[in-house]
């Protein structure tokens, strides 16, 4: 079986060998993400699912307040630390790309490469960071002081936003006290 006999693979084994019998799936946060930002807003259309967003609801509000962001700035951490494990645990090896990397590189490269899953889970709270100090709508978070100050409308519209922001979220926080 396998590369003796032709070169082909065991039966019911992918390109990856992950789905090898008896070797256990490895699921992706590509299938996360996809849900996030395109399957659930499709899916929510169609009445069949109803029951399977009552059911999934709670956990999207625990785990990343139902927002996109925060789940891949979740993702972005859990990332690096799952990259942290497997690299103390040894299973990532640089030997293979090291004959191509000049000597004088491969302390740099050894370096970045161990500092990698802290740049990665870093950049996930600092996404979560940002998401939760950014809560308005990017169209009123782009407009210029300039604008503001040289349009009352603009100026208007914007401080209407925030009091809105404000109120929804003194809403939200009396209903979830009660």
């Known amino acids: 079986m396998g590369w003796a006999n032709g070169g082909g693979r065991p039966a019911g084994q992918g390109p990856s060998g992950s789905s090898a019998p008896g070797k256990p799936q490895i699921r992706s946060a590509s299938g996360h993400a996809a849900y996030a930002i395109w399957g659930r807003d499709l899916l929510k259309q169609i009445p069949w699912f109803q029951p399977f967003f009552d059911w999934i609801e709670p956990w999207e509000v625990?785990?990343?307040k139902?927002?996109?962001?925060?789940?891949?700035a979740r993702l972005k951490m859990i990332s690096g630390v799952v990259l942290m494990v497997l690299t103390q645990a040894g299973t990532i090896d640089l030997?293979?790309?090291?004959?191509?990397?000049p000597d004088?590189?491969?302390?740099?490269l050894r370096i970045a490469f161990n500092l990698l899953p802290l740049v990665l889970t870093l950049m996930g709270a600092v996404d979560e960071k940002l998401r939760n100090a950014t809560t308005l709508p990017i169209e009123v978070v782009a407009v210029t002081d300039?604008?503001?100050a040289e349009n009352p409308k603009v100026a208007a519209a914007?401080?209407?936003a925030v009091v809105a922001k404000t109120e929804?979220?003194?809403v939200v926080q009396e209903a979830k006290a009660a």
């Open 168 to 170: 929804a979220v003194a």
């Open 62 to 64: 625990t785990l990343y």
């Open 95 to 101: 030997t293979p790309i090291m004959p191509l990397v």
């Open 104 to 108: 004088a590189y491969e302390p740099y």
């Open 146 to 148: 300039k604008d503001v």
């Open 66 to 72: 139902k927002s996109q962001t925060i789940l891949f």
């Open 158 to 160: 914007v401080q209407a």
